[in-house]
């Protein structure tokens, strides 16, 4: 049986084998060189190199190696098991308390999510509040990797180094309009998909041209014309019908990134969490 690590144990460790520790971390957790080599920043070569001299030091066999990467003997997992309870500590440690400040998390999302999290804000916040969210509502994607926003709502896959993504309920676009609006469009003006959509498709043939999309909702609730609405914001309004089917070429994937440095921090994971629970709902 592997003796288990404590914080307080006195076994003369270096800063170098501190440092393999950490490396094991990611390679523990993405399940291979290549993988955590995108996350520390180090080559496939340099981690295999270091976690053979974290082996010797410790006296253990702590991988498998096999074709397709790296397998957690019974001694890796109960080290694996080890350092996250001693990362927890070490993040409670260091991060300012208070029992009024609640820890802030910045999420930026597009118009149309925004609005749906807004309406949903007590289950991501939680009951009581556990976190402080700040919404940054932006078309387009904010910087994750310096830290603009913690958390982003994007439309396609992370591939920036060292983000992580989740992938959401798909989203579609149709037209809406009350029963007694006029068959004319509301053209909202701008670099997203929707809006190159449908300046395409009406041209200048439209009842009112605005440059936020949020207004174009509003118009369309007081009967001023058709509105291209994601479905899972048109649906929510019962005044509010179908004018026409959905848009095929609208049709895409939502993801939630976050950093691979901030994704296990425990107030980014709970709202990651229930930020999936409320957008896959929809």
């Not at 288990?4 to 520790?21: C, F, N, P, T, Y």
């Not at 914001?233 to 004018?243: E, H, N, S, V």
Request: hydrophobic share 40%; proline share 4%; aromatic share 4%.
């Amino acid at each position: 049986m592997s003796e288990k690590i404590g914080v307080g144990q006195k076994v003369g460790w270096s800063r170098a084998m501190w440092d393999d520790l950490h490396l094991f971390l990611a390679v523990a957790r993405e399940g291979g060189l290549s993988p955590a080599a995108k996350v520390t920043q180090r080559s496939p070569a340099t981690l295999g190199r270091r976690m053979l001299a974290l082996e010797r030091s410790l006296g253990r066999e702590l991988f498998v190696r096999h074709d397709r990467g790296y397998e957690l003997t019974s001694e890796g997992r109960t080290l694996l098991d080890d350092l996250s309870d001693v990362e927890a500590r070490m993040i409670r440690l260091t991060t300012r308390s208070s029992v009024q400040e609640r820890p802030l998390v910045k999420v930026s999302a597009g118009t149309w999510t925004t609005l749906a999290l807004l309406g949903k804000l007590d289950a991501i916040t939680g009951s009581p509040a556990d976190i402080r969210l700040r919404f940054i509502s932006a078309e387009s994607a904010l910087d994750i990797s310096h830290r603009e926003v913690v958390i982003g709502i994007r439309i396609r896959r992370p591939t920036e180094e060292g983000l992580a993504g989740r992938k959401l309920a798909r989203v579609e676009f149709a037209p809406y309009a009350t029963k007694t609006a006029p068959e004319r469009w509301i053209k909202v003006i701008g670099e997203t998909p929707s809006a190159r959509w449908l300046a395409k498709t009406i041209g200048n043939d439209a009842v009112c041209e605005i440059n936020s999309p949020r207004n174009c909702l509003d118009l369309a609730l007081a009967g001023k014309g058709i509105a291209l609405l994601p479905t899972f914001i048109g649906d929510d309004y019962k005044t509010l019908l179908r004018a026409g089917s959905t848009v095929p070429e609208l049709a895409h994937d939502r993801w939630i990134v976050t950093h691979q440095d901030d994704r296990h921090l425990p107030e980014i994971r709970r709202t990651i969490d229930r930020l999936c629970d409320v957008l896959q709902s929809q």
